[in-house]
């Protein structure tokens, strides 16, 4: 199985910050890898697919990079409605793996 | 707009089963392969099946294989897993997600989920 990890697993910011998110493949990937933010007692919601494509509806703060097996997560500048956690997912090959999750909270 | 309404979730004992649907709209259904996705009470995601779009193809994670059956009905835009056997780690959330399909992948959509809990 092809594991998945995250760094790191929480990181305190403000409002306004430039935060980034590593995912770390196990073995090369290419660029199948999506992003996913997910708030407390919500759904999971799709940010990035293909490395860096966003999600209609995203907001473009959201910024995807990498392939093969390293991947960053930026957000340019956060929001306050983007403190919740967020997960990186190969889907290279199954099983599909999630990362651990890095949970972004306010400081 | 698309729309995924999970449904089915409850408390079973362990050993029992329970099926698990997942109503579909908004998107040709059949053109989509789709996931079920689960999260235990404060962990994270963990991938349980998925299924082509037409169903001829299905996948498990190693943890319910040969105790769940993921399965869809194209005609109603419904998506199901049966699950038997079921254990105390299989208490979770369960998502149904679509594919993104094309040159994207991922899951472009999830439904609000569904609370699986199995305790004696």
């Known amino acids: 199985d092809i594991q998945m990890t995250q760094s790191p697993s929480s990181l305190s910011a403000s409002v306004g910050d430039r935060v980034t998110i590593t995912c770390r493949a196990s073995?090369?990937?290419?660029?199948?890898l999506a992003w996913y933010q997910q708030k407390p007692e919500k759904a999971p919601k799709s940010l990035i697919s293909?490395?860096?494509s966003l999600q209609s509806g995203a907001p473009s703060r959201f910024i995807g990079s990498g392939s093969g097996t390293d991947f960053t997560l930026t957000i340019s500048s956060l929001q306050p409605e983007d403190f919740a956690t967020y997960y990186c997912?190969?889907?290279?090959?199954?099983?599909?793996?999630f990362g651990q999750g890095t949970k972004l909270v306010i400081k | 707009e698309v729309q995924l309404l999970e449904s089915g979730g409850g408390s079973v004992q362990p050993g029992g089963s329970l099926r698990l649907s997942c109503a579909a709209s908004?998107?040709?259904?059949?053109?989509?392969?789709l996931s079920w996705v689960r999260q235990a009470p404060g962990k994270g995601l963990e991938w349980v099946s998925f299924?082509?779009?037409?169903?001829?193809?299905?996948y498990y994670a190693d943890s319910v294989k040969g105790r769940f059956t993921m399965s869809r009905d194209n005609s109603k835009n419904t998506l199901y897993l049966q699950m038997n056997s079921l254990r105390g780690e299989d208490t979770a959330v369960y998502y149904c997600?679509?594919?993104?399909?094309?040159?994207?992948?991922?899951?472009?959509?999830w439904g609000q989920g569904t609370l699986v809990t199995v305790s004696s």
């Open positions: 293909v490395a860096s």
């Open positions: 299924i082509s779009g037409y169903g001829d193809s299905t």
């Open positions: 908004g998107f040709t259904f059949s053109s989509y392969a």
């Open positions: 073995q090369d990937i290419g660029r199948w």
């Open positions: 997912q190969q889907y290279k090959g199954y099983p599909y793996t």
């Open positions: 997600a679509k594919d993104g399909g094309g040159s994207y992948g991922g899951f472009d959509y």
